[in-house]
């Protein structure tokens, strides 16, 4: 037994470039206008509430602004090198070589940025930020969800234990 709270609020949207390896090729590169949604799990505190609306929004907003308008790049891709140098990184694939202005991307530590992947990542970035503000209702919390949403109608979403 217990409650679930869930924000998908108009703003909680980011436009990033991407692009996923997959059985041996690499998409071209492509963007998605992406939207995040954030469900917690747990027990209704003192004031019967699970967690406040009021102190989640911002959070989530704060985490899609971080990836807006930026190249993202997945770290612990096998399949990709990377070369940073000075204000620019180089990113390999076969023959394939991009070269990107540092400042316009974000290296995340996924495999691959598949929406699961990002769901994953900002599951963990939410989760973290949860923990640091420590609010009471934190104790009561059993469970993190966040979806990503990549186009309208295809989502991926990653479940976390607090
Ligand atoms: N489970 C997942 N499957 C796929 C992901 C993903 O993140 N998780 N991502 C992709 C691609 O990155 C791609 O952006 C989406 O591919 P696709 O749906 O084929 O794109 P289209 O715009 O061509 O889709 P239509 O609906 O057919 O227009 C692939 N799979």
Not at 23 to 43: F, P
Not at 67 to 83: E, G, V
Not at 145 to 152: D, K
């Amino acid at each position: 037994m217990g409650y679930r709270v869930r924000v998908y609020k108009e703003n909680f949207d980011f436009s990033a470039g991407h692009f996923i390896t997959m059985s041996g090729r690499c998409e071209s590169l492509h963007g998605h206008n992406y939207r995040v949604e954030v469900m917690l799990e747990g027990e209704n505190g003192a004031d019967a509430f699970l967690y406040n609306f009021s102190e989640l929004k911002p959070l989530v907003r704060l985490e899609c602004n971080v990836l807006n308008h930026k190249m993202l790049l997945a770290l612990n891709n096998p399949h990709m090198r990377y070369n940073m140098s000075g204000e620019e990184i180089e990113v390999l694939y076969q023959n394939r070589r991009y070269v990107f202005p540092l400042a316009e991307v974000v290296l995340l530590p996924v495999i691959n940025t598949t929406a699961e992947e990002l769901a994953r990542y900002l599951t963990g970035c939410l989760r973290k930020r949860i923990l640091e503000l420590n609010h009471p209702e934190t104790k009561l919390l059993h469970a993190i969800e966040v979806g990503v949403e990549e186009q309208p109608g295809q989502a991926a979403y990653y479940f976390e234990p607090f």
